[in-house]
């Protein structure tokens, strides 16, 4: 079985989404010590803007490529500005291909990823769960749903820390509850996939 581990924070050793998706991963492979599993740092090494001729590089096929092979792939996604970075959004620009992850017809869009298992671990600074006063701002996990949704993968797993940087007490109380939760989620998703 193959893990692609993304990870798209700005930040490094400070980085809630890093730490997160470090901990998925980790509570992965402890689950499958087999697993192969693939690493891709996104802002040590951002993928350029979306362009015709930057698709069909070989390193951008290389990147949908990884993308296709992997059964379980563990998404770090940071809000900055509201939504993800634009690292994660040139990545997703990679993956969003016609014919290769979705394909329209007459009967509208089918997506074509729907046997991946996914995992993001998505950290906020403000408050943005449902009945917050920021909900209506949140467009990283209602952008990811929708993106994911539209390749197929219909029933992804979010692990949220929010609040982060509320204060020190709200971040580690967050963070927590989030590591927390990564391993009855990797417990889950293997359970799925097997
Ligand atoms: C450039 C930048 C922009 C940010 N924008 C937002 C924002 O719009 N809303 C928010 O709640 N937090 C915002 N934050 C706080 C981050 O969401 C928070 O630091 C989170 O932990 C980012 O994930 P990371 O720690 O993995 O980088 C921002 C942080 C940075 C550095």
Redesign the pocket.
């Known amino acids: 079985m193959k893990l692609l581990h993304i990870d798209s924070?700005?930040?490094a050793d400070?980085?809630?989404?890093?730490a997160i998706t470090s901990e998925i991963v980790k509570q992965f492979r402890a689950r499958d010590p087999g697993l192969e599993i693939d690493y891709r740092d996104l802002a040590a090494a951002p993928l350029p803007h979306l362009s015709f001729a930057g698709l069909a590089t070989p390193e951008a096929q290389a990147v949908l490529e990884d993308f296709l092979a992997a059964d379980i792939v563990v998404i770090?996604a940071?809000?900055?500005?509201?939504t993800i970075s634009s690292q994660l959004k040139a990545w997703l620009d990679h993956i969003l291909i016609a014919g290769r992850t979705f394909s329209y017809g007459p009967e509208g869009v089918t997506g074509l990823a729907g046997g991946k298992r996914v995992v993001v671990a998505l950290?906020?600074?403000?408050l943005?769960s449902e009945g917050m006063p920021g909900a209506a701002n949140e467009h990283a996990e209602t952008y990811l749903r929708a993106v994911l949704g539209f390749i197929g993968i219909a029933d992804p797993e979010f692990i949220v820390?929010e609040g982060?940087?509320l204060g020190p007490d709200q971040r580690q109380a967050a963070l927590e509850a989030a590591l927390a939760r990564s391993a009855p989620v990797a417990g889950s998703v293997l359970a799925r996939a097997a």
């Open positions: 924070s700005i930040q400070s980085s809630a989404s890093r770090g940071p809000m900055y500005n509201f950290s906020r600074g403000g943005y820390a982060v940087a």
